[in-house]
């Protein structure tokens, strides 16, 4: 049997020397004169023992990693080949202790296939959710979704199952599946994980979704700075249909349902979705009140889903294993798996899929492994740039949306930033502001110069001048900001704001200010 080498092709990968990697084994295989297939997976979300290179033995799969070019000629020289002992030796992959401990759902193919073989996808589990669904009633799919307890894993947690049966209720002539992977928040991988590594899991979620609401188009909006994402989408799309996994006949069924990708500039708030669907429609990327909601008035004014990435991903395992199947993972109204993207100053940054429930402290402390600086921790940001700071006095909260709603945070896409105790909180909040005020589409008063009084205040408090009423200020804005705005952009950056000065006021006493982290 020919050997088979698995490097991981996905841009984390990459960004960390896997191209490079790959080049090296190729050339020190044709040096060698040895027969072998390098097969470009997607990563398994390890980024700390990334690039993670696997061969296929005998036994089974071994790793090694993390994998620099000037360990290949010793690899070789070791024999890993057949899985042999090396310094990078990891052993099996699934009893590597990160991985090991998840509950893998959604990203179950992730690192294992070959992303653009469907053949590949299918022997590994993939489109017996659509096969399921083509031969269901649109209502009872959507049945199938709204017990499951679906939320959206992009934002604020919205069931999925009311999204799909509003579209499936109202009437029109044509529908619309939007998925948004725009994907623009710090600290947030997850998207680019399935589109680069699992890229078919998401156009079966997408096609089912388009069978549910008798939607028979679908985009999916990637902004231009992922092209391994968009590459590997529209790659995808095109093996899909010409299998006829998509087109007018999906799977030789009744229903229709073709797909195409879409590329956006990367505005930040074009992660919002009517702002989105103003951008997919070749307008300016600007937010439009609601209603009418996207639902009933999407895109091109015709009924539109709107789903993220990871929870159109999540479909077909809930159509294959069934609603009490997923339902069983989580707690209270968090039902499921989350990917749970561990960043910043932590020892092993990477995915963690588990079902909703972990403590914030299991996951910086025991999965994460502390600070790389190994300095304590001081604050994590969970839910991107707009998210809100967590002291380790709040450590003890559950991974759930109501629990974190009730201690006035946020959980989004699902991403944190450890920070250690060297951070300045007040450069934090200012950097919120700031970050909202260049972000910012213009379309309402609170976020436009809301943003902008922000900055300037939180300026005013770091040169001491009248601390106390300049704080007062800052707070009213993000009351104003809050309540008043159109979006979430302006709407939820007084979660950073509020929470840093809440959980770290001694960081907003006077002292010279810095330029804000990025």
């Given at each position: 049997?020919?050997?088979?080498i698995?490097i991981p092709?996905?841009?984390g990968a990459v960004?960390?020397?896997?191209?490079?990697v790959?080049?090296a084994?190729?050339r020190?295989?044709?040096?060698r004169g040895i027969?072998?297939m390098?097969?470009r997976?997607?990563?398994?979300?390890?980024y700390f023992?990334?690039p993670m290179v696997?061969?296929?033995?005998?036994?089974?799969?071994?790793?090694y990693?993390?994998?620099r070019?000037t360990?290949v000629?010793?690899?070789?020289?070791?024999g890993?080949?057949?899985?042999?002992?090396h310094?990078?030796w990891?052993g099996?992959?699934?009893?590597?202790?990160?991985?090991?401990?998840?509950?893998?759902?959604?990203f179950a193919r992730?690192?294992v296939?070959d992303?653009?073989?469907?053949?590949?996808y299918r022997k590994?589990?993939?489109l017996k959710?659509?096969?399921?669904a083509v031969?269901?009633?649109?209502a009872?799919?959507?049945?199938q979704?709204?017990?499951?307890?679906?939320?959206?894993?992009?934002g604020?947690?919205?069931p999925t199952?009311?999204?799909?049966?509003t579209?499936?209720d109202?009437a029109?002539?044509?529908?619309?599946?939007?998925c948004?992977?725009?994907?623009?928040?710090?600290a947030?991988?997850?998207?680019?994980?399935i589109m680069?590594g699992?890229?078919?899991?998401l156009i079966?979620g997408?096609?089912?979704a388009?069978i549910?609401?008798g939607?028979?188009?679908?985009?999916?909006y990637i902004?231009s700075?992922?092209?391994?994402?968009?590459?590997k989408?529209q790659?995808?799309?095109?093996?899909?249909?010409?299998?006829g996994v998509?087109?007018p006949r999906v799977?030789g069924s009744?229903?229709?349902?073709?797909?195409e990708v879409?590329?956006?500039?990367?505005a930040?708030v074009?992660g919002?979705e009517i702002?989105l669907?103003?951008?997919?429609?070749?307008?300016?990327g600007v937010?439009?009140?609601?209603?009418?909601?996207?639902?009933?008035?999407g895109?091109f004014?015709?009924?539109t889903?709107?789903?993220?990435v990871i929870?159109?991903?999540?479909?077909p395992i809930?159509?294959d294993r069934g609603?009490a199947f997923?339902?069983d993972?989580?707690m209270?109204r968090?039902?499921?798996t989350?990917?749970?993207?561990?960043a910043?100053n932590?020892k092993r940054p990477?995915l963690?899929?588990t079902?909703?429930?972990?403590?914030l402290?299991?996951?910086?402390?025991?999965?994460?492994?502390?600070?790389?600086?190994?300095?304590?921790?001081?604050a994590?940001?969970?839910g991107?740039?707009?998210g809100?700071?967590?002291?380790?006095?709040?450590?003890d909260?559950p991974f759930?949306y109501?629990?974190?709603a009730?201690?006035?945070?946020l959980i989004?896409h699902a991403?944190?930033?450890?920070?250690d105790?060297?951070?300045d909180?007040?450069?934090?909040?200012r950097?919120?502001?700031?970050?909202?005020a260049v972000?910012?589409?213009?379309k309402?008063t609170?976020c436009?110069?809301?943003?902008?009084?922000g900055?300037?205040t939180l300026d005013?408090?770091a040169?001491g001048?009248?601390p106390?009423?300049?704080?007062?200020?800052?707070t009213?804005?993000c009351?104003?900001m809050?309540f008043?705005s159109?979006c979430?952009?302006g709407?939820?950056?007084?979660y950073?704001?509020?929470?840093?000065l809440?959980?770290?006021p001694?960081?907003f006493k006077?002292?010279?200010?810095?330029?804000?982290?990025?």
């Amino acid at each position: 049997m020919i050997p088979r080498i698995f490097i991981p092709g996905d841009s984390g990968a990459v960004a960390l020397g896997a191209d490079k990697v790959a080049a090296a084994i190729g050339r020190e295989l044709e040096e060698r004169g040895i027969e072998a297939m390098i097969v470009r997976n997607g990563s398994r979300g390890a980024y700390f023992l990334e690039p993670m290179v696997e061969v296929a033995c005998a036994t089974g799969r071994i790793a090694y990693g993390p994998v620099r070019p000037t360990d290949v000629k010793s690899l070789f020289d070791s024999g890993f080949l057949s899985g042999s002992p090396h310094k990078r030796w990891l052993g099996a992959p699934d009893a590597i202790a990160f991985l090991a401990g998840q509950t893998r759902l959604t990203f179950a193919r992730c690192g294992v296939i070959d992303p653009l073989s469907l053949d590949h996808y299918r022997k590994h589990g993939g489109l017996k959710g659509l096969e399921t669904a083509v031969a269901m009633a649109p209502a009872a799919i959507v049945a199938q979704v709204t017990e499951s307890g679906l939320r959206g894993r992009g934002g604020a947690g919205f069931p999925t199952g009311i999204k799909w049966k509003t579209v499936l209720d109202t009437a029109a002539a044509q529908k619309y599946i939007v998925c948004n992977a725009d994907e623009g928040d710090s600290a947030t991988f997850a998207d680019r994980m399935i589109m680069e590594g699992d890229p078919f899991v998401l156009i079966e979620g997408m096609t089912i979704a388009g069978i549910a609401t008798g939607a028979t188009k679908g985009f999916v909006y990637i902004r231009s700075e992922y092209p391994h994402a968009v590459d590997k989408m529209q790659k995808a799309v095109a093996i899909a249909r010409k299998a006829g996994v998509l087109g007018p006949r999906v799977l030789g069924s009744p229903h229709a349902f073709d797909m195409e990708v879409r590329v956006g500039a990367g505005a930040y708030v074009c992660g919002e979705e009517i702002s989105l669907l103003n951008s997919l429609e070749g307008k300016r990327g600007v937010v439009r009140a609601k209603p009418p909601l996207p639902a009933i008035q999407g895109l091109f004014g015709r009924p539109t889903v709107i789903n993220n990435v990871i929870s159109l991903a999540s479909v077909p395992i809930i159509m294959d294993r069934g609603a009490a199947f997923y339902k069983d993972f989580g707690m209270g109204r968090s039902r499921g798996t989350i990917p749970i993207q561990i960043a910043g100053n932590v020892k092993r940054p990477g995915l963690y899929e588990t079902a909703f429930g972990l403590t914030l402290g299991q996951i910086v402390d025991e999965i994460g492994g502390g600070t790389a600086s190994g300095r304590p921790v001081k604050a994590v940001q969970v839910g991107g740039p707009l998210g809100a700071y967590f002291p380790r006095a709040l450590f003890d909260t559950p991974f759930d949306y109501e629990a974190f709603a009730a201690r006035d945070g946020l959980i989004g896409h699902a991403g944190i930033t450890v920070f250690d105790d060297t951070a300045d909180m007040l450069k934090q909040a200012r950097f919120a502001m700031e970050f909202c005020a260049v972000e910012s589409c213009g379309k309402c008063t609170p976020c436009r110069v809301g943003a902008v009084r922000g900055v300037e205040t939180l300026d005013k408090v770091a040169q001491g001048l009248a601390p106390e009423s300049n704080l007062a200020l800052v707070t009213d804005l993000c009351n104003t900001m809050k309540f008043g705005s159109l979006c979430a952009l302006g709407g939820f950056t007084p979660y950073p704001v509020m929470s840093a000065l809440t959980h770290f006021p001694e960081d907003f006493k006077p002292g010279t200010m810095a330029d804000a982290a990025e």
